[in-house]
Structure formats: C-alpha cells, structure tokens
C-alpha cells in the first residue's frame, strides 16, 4: 500500500515537473519570435539609404511586437497571481450589469471599426466579487468574440439574473471551434489550428485567466461550438 501511494506521489511530482518544462518552453518560445523580429527590424533601420515609407513600416513592426510581449508579459503576470490564489482578492459587493455594460461601451469603437452589430439582454445583478478579476474575464471573452468574428458579424451578450446564480453569456456568429479542439482552449497557450485563427493575434492564455478567475468566484465556464457558424461562452456565478 506505502509503496502504491510513493509511486503515485512520484508519478504527481513527474507529471507537475513535465508541466512546468513545457510551460517554460512555450514561454520562451512565445517571446522568442517577437524579439528575433524587433532585431531583424532594428538593424534594418539603421541602413541610413531608407525611403521615409520603409523607415515608417519598419519601426511600425518594432512598436507591434514590442506590444505583443508587453500584453503577453501582463497576462502572465495575471496568471502567475490567479494560481497563488485560493479566493477573490478584493471581494466587494457590486453591481454586475453595469460593470458589464461599461466594458461594452468601452469597446463601441472596435465594434464600429469591424462593422459589427451587438445585441444584449442585461438583468440587474447585485454580486459579491472581485470586480478587478471579473473585469478581465468580459474583457477577454467580448475581445475574442470580436477576434474570430468576421466584419460585419453578430456579438450577443447576456447577463439572466437565475435563484442563486447569474449566469453571462457571449455568442458570436464567428470562425467557431472545432469539436475536437473544444476541451483544449482554456489551456495555457493552446489556440486553434486554424489557419485564420493562427493569422489572428493572440497569446493563448486569455481563456486560462477566464477560467481561473470564474474558478475563484465558485463559478463555472462552458463553450459549445460549431465550426463556421459560431461560439458561445457560457459563465455561471454563484450569487450566494
Ligand atoms: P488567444 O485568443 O490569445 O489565442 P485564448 O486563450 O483567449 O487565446 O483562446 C484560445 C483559443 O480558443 C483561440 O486561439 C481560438 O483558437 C479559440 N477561441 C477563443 N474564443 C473564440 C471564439 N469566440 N471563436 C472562435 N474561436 C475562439
């Protein structure tokens, strides 16, 4: 029996080991390719014989990928700090509906640049929480909603105020995700095969930070999917 549990013991302490070298690979990996590129660009510019046009494109690049490492370096940041926890940081009692409706109006501008129409049904809700945290999660659910919806497209949010829950969903009528890849996207720097997916900016760590935060509240987040018609994320957060 002391044997069978010290295998399993080291078996745990293999798998965790395993987990953080490819952790730290696909860090380095992620990092790795924008600083190659602000490099390559920086020796570019200082050819002294650019046209104005060259020189402009080049330090545009410079600024993008400085960007990319500056948002992925936050987001693991967040989520280093989300797997030290065991509940809410701040917990204070607020009102969700208008936290949510003020993250819509933030980005209206967005929406308007890709042409995008956004319905939304909001109950009232009065919920006790980490308003910091929860912050992040409609912040990275509507922005993939938005991401992997071609111009034009449909984005439906709704808070239902239910006995002991609310439950906020996003659906979009976007890329969508393959069935196969479905239980994959809420791990640390997974993101879909797809060619336009991969075309698309992105860390993979979005959904991780989602599920974290809505694992700290009590709550929980599910996704169905079809591919080519759309996604929904679905959140339900216990309110008692
Ligand atoms: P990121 O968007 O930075 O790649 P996320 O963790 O937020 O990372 O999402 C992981 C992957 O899940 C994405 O790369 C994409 O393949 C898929 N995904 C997430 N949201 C959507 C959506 N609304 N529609 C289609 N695919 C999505």
Same mark, same amino acid.
């Given at each position: ?67 990319? =490492? ?11 700090? =989300? ?34 129409? =956004? ?122």
């Amino acid at each position: 029996q002391l044997a069978k549990s010290f295998q399993t013991m080291v078996h745990k302490l293999d798998e965790n080991d395993r987990i953080r070298k490819e952790f730290i690979s696909d860090v380095s990996h992620d990092f790795q390719s924008p600083l190659l590129n602000i490099k390559g660009y920086a020796e570019l510019l200082m050819n002294s014989d650019l046209a104005e046009q060259e020189r402009t494109s080049y330090a545009k690049v410079i600024q993008n990928e400085t960007e990319r =490492l500056s948002s992925l370096t936050k987001q693991l940041l967040l989520l280093t700090s =989300l797997d030290q926890l065991t509940a809410p940081l701040e917990v204070k009692l607020f009102r969700l509906d208008v936290q949510l409706k003020e993250i819509i109006r933030r980005n209206r501008w967005l929406l308007e640049e890709k042409g995008m129409s =956004l319905t939304m049904d909001i109950d009232e809700v009065e919920f006790r929480g980490d308003p910091a945290f929860l912050e992040k999660v409609w912040e990275n659910l509507l922005s993939n909603a938005l991401k992997y919806t071609e111009n034009d497209g449909l984005i439906d949010i709704d808070l239902v105020k239910e006995k002991d829950h609310a439950v906020i969903s996003f659906r979009d009528n976007g890329i969508g995700i393959e069935d196969k890849e479905l239980t994959r996207v809420f791990d640390r720097f997974y993101r879909a095969d797809d060619s336009r997916t991969q075309e698309i900016g992105g860390t993979g760590l979005g959904l991780s930070i989602v599920q974290q935060v809505v694992r700290l509240h009590g709550g929980m987040v599910e996704v169905v999917s079809n591919k080519g018609i759309g996604t929904t994320f679905v959140v339900k957060l216990p309110t008692m």
